[in-house]
Nanobody, 122 residues
Framework: QVQLVESGGGSVQAGGSLRLSCAASGRSFSRYVMAWFRQAPGKEREFVAAINWSGGRTAYTDSVKSRFTISRDNAKNTVYLQMNSLSPEDTAVYFC???????????????WGQGTQVTVSS
């Protein structure tokens, strides 16, 4: 079992930056693919970014490429999402997820955090 706890959300003006963190506890964190998803009000949960166990492979949804960076520190059991050039369209609850399959399909991830709110004002 893996427990995930997100932090770092908040309110920021358009063009600003935030860094989300996801701390994992439980079984070997470094075994898992980690990902970030988000869900805006009235919308379905969508894939944002994923990173493989070593950090050597990453993937992003098109709308965040060149603005967001996913990374991980296996020694600290933590995955990060650096978000730059934020826009109001990025407003959502952001969820950290862990699984064994690399990709953007939410039901392929076994472990989920509770989410952290990101609000971007214009």
């Amino acid at each position: 079992q893996v427990q995930l706890v997100e932090s770092g959300g908040g309110s920021v003006q358009a063009g600003g930056s935030l860094r989300l963190s996801c701390a994992a506890s439980g079984r070997s964190f470094s075994r898992y693919v980690m990902a970030w998803f988000r869900q805006a009000p009235g919308k379905e949960r969508e894939f944002v970014a994923a990173i493989n166990w070593s950090g050597g492979r990453t993937a992003y949804t098109d709308s965040v490429k060149s603005r967001f960076t996913i990374s991980r520190d296996n020694a600290k059991n933590t995955v990060y999402l650096q978000m730059n050039s934020l826009s109001p369209e990025d407003t959502a609850v952001y969820f950290c997820a862990g699984g064994t399959a690399f990709g953007g399909i939410s039901n392929e991830y076994d472990y989920w955090g509770q989410g952290t709110q990101v609000t971007v004002s214009s």
